[in-house]
């Protein structure tokens, strides 16, 4: 058996003559908090699509614990225990922060239809858990306050929480954040900082992220792979990353 929990092998993503993704390959370790970094429009993106079953990749292989969910669709690859966030939040915005939780939970439950059509206590008890399990991680978030609130209304950093509590809530393996610290002031991003760490620390859950801050990416992850034009430039810890002078290049363009 593998020592990595993902692996993601020469994965390329074709959009008519763009390559946009090309060749590129690396490995998640279980727990791990691994950063994908590189300039707009690099493929960041459209790696996390292919690996989340949002688009079917042109070629290449994505492998979760030793079996193949590259080509399966988003929903399979969540049933998988693999899931997102966007770079736009996207929660049911009509919906309370509450809400938002119990249907995160909906394909969680064992207790079926017929008991819910007739209310038995298995079904009842089952609901309640649902909701104390949604109280729980508003408390995690910081966000038990605005249990009642439309999610549509909460602040934009409280967003950004309720939508990785809507991921954590499924006890996902893989847990995928698409530019989390986006829009977040620097206390924000401190707290979104503490909440990976404790995240893979306290849940176990393996950590890809996609961020463009630089303070937070150095802070948080352990390996980071940059992309330059669909490609990988380099990979490596975060010192090594910030002296890399492909990276440095990429970043500041050529003088
Ligand atoms: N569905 C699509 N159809 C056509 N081209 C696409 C599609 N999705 C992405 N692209 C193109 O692929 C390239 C990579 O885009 P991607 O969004 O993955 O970059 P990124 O590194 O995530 O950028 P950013 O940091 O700005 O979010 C871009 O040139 C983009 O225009």
């Given amino acids: 058996m593998s020592e990595y929990l993902l692996e993601v092998k020469d994965l390329c993503m074709r959009f ?6 090309d060749s590129v390959g690396f490995n998640v370790r279980p727990q791990e908090v691994f950063a994908i970094i590189g300039p707009n429009g690099a493929g960041k993106t459209t790696v996390f699509n292919c690996i989340s079953g949002f688009y079917q990749p042109s070629g290449g292989a994505v492998v979760l614990n030793g079996q193949s969910i590259a080509g399966q669709s988003s929903h399979q690859v969540a049933n998988h225990g693999v899931v ?6 996207r929660l049911f915005k009509n919906m309370t922060a509450l809400e938002n939780l119990l249907v995160a939970q909906h394909s969680t439950g064992r207790v079926n239809l017929l008991s819910g059509l007739f209310n038995t206590p298995a079904y009842r008890r089952a609901e309640e858990e649902k909701v104390e399990n949604a109280l729980q991680w508003l408390d995690v978030m910081g966000l038990r306050q605005f249990a009642n609130r439309e999610a549509g209304n909460l602040a934009y ?3 950004r929480r309720l939508e990785i509590a809507r991921c954590m809530i499924t006890k996902p393996r893989v847990l995928m954040l698409d530019e989390p610290a986006a829009g977040l002031n620097p206390q924000e991003k401190k707290d979104l900082q503490q909440l990976i760490d404790q995240l893979r ?3 176990g859950v393996t950590v890809l992220l996609i961020e463009h801050d630089m303070g937070l990416v150095m802070g948080v992850s352990e390996r980071i792979l940059v992309m330059e034009y669909g490609k990988p430039i380099a990979m490596g810890l975060p010192e090594a990353i910030r002296n890399d002078e492909r990276v440095i290049k990429a970043y500041l363009g050529e003088a």
């Fill in 16 to 21: 008519g003559g763009l390559l946009a993704v």
């Fill in 84 to 89: 997102r966030t966007f770079q736009n939040v």
């Fill in 157 to 159: 950093g409280h967003q």
């Fill in 201 to 203: 620390t306290q849940y």
